[in-house]
């Protein structure tokens, strides 16, 4: 039996690993093949022949964030973000918070950002600025910066948010679409529901991004700007690997769910990113539904279990 703590850090932290786990085995398998066999539960040995309920580098870039923000407070970004990178190139080089001792399914632009730092680059100059450096790999891990929240003003946590993303992925729409995914994460620990929550993220992203420097990126958040991504059908929500899509997806999990495992099977059910897709919907998804509402059963399945909730009720101790 696993026992932990009911509270919005551990289920936000649990709901990004469950969803993790349960996208990994079909990674990259497209959708039509999910509409043949829809996951439904938490099965292993797929794609990277690893047992159910492992976890990707999703999962252990989310827990090397939760560890260096138990040893730096968000106060310090500067030596925060310096944890931060060190954490990241133990991860790929010693395996550092993975499952199996060792990184798997590592995503290339992560990769080069890792080697840059290796090599010497500052943390806000090693991420990778082309447009086609868009993926998801910044926003899968970001979610342990909403829990600073109280910490920080708004102002303060979008402009870490930004920094930290900026390590591997250092465009300026990876930059929004975290900051974007932090607002909405805000507005759940707020108490709001994810339809009410969404509502009022809208006007405050549009306030926080209206400088010019944001102009030529916004365009492509409009769907979500717009203010009814849940209305959009199932054909035209992409999950592939792009920042954009897997935000836009997540969203729209959430918003055309009313529990945990539906919001993450949907996710995966989407097929392409399934892991990625299904580990963001399901931090924002573990905020608002509680670890209570993510099956025991899939939590049992989860390797080194007893570890992760050890660390992350360290992290929500030392968030207050």
Known sequence: MVKIAENPVNAGILGVIVGD??????QFEPRSYRDRQPVTEMFGYGVFNVPPGSWSDDSSLTLCLVDALIKVSPTQPETLLKQISDNFCQWLKDGYLTPFGYSYDVGGTTEQ???????????????????????????????????????????????LTH??????????????????????????????????????????????????????????????LQGNIETVSRDEIGSSGYVVDSLEAALWCLLT???????????V???????????????????????????????????KINEIINLIEG??????
């Open 21 to 26: 786990a349960l996208g990994l085995p079909v």
């Open 113 to 159: 950002a890792i080697g840059n730092l290796s090599r010497g680059s500052s943390p806000l100059d090693s991420g990778e600025t082309g447009e086609r450096s868009n993926g998801n790999g910044s926003l899968m891990r970001i979610l342990p910066i909403a829990f600073c929240y109280q910490k920080l003003s708004l102002e303060e946590l979008i402009v």
């Open 163 to 224: 920094q930290v993303g900026s390590i591997t992925h250092g465009h300026q729409r990876s930059n929004i679409a975290c900051g974007i995914y932090i607002i909405m994460a805000v507005e759940l620990l707020q108490g709001k529901t994810p339809q009410q929550a969404y509502k009022n993220a809208i006007p405050i992203i549009n306030q926080h991004y209206q400088d010019k420097i944001y102009s030529s990126e916004l365009k492509y958040f409009q769907r979500i």
């Open 257 to 267: 769910t009313d529990n945990y495992p539906d919001a993450v099977l949907k996710a």
């Open 269 to 303: 059910n989407l097929g392409d990113d399934t892991d990625t897709v299904a580990a963001i919907t399901g931090g924002l998804a573990g905020i608002f539904y509680g670890v209570q509402e993510i099956p025991e059963h899939w939590l049992e399945q989860i390797p």
């Open 315 to 320: 992290f929500s101790n030392s968030m207050g």
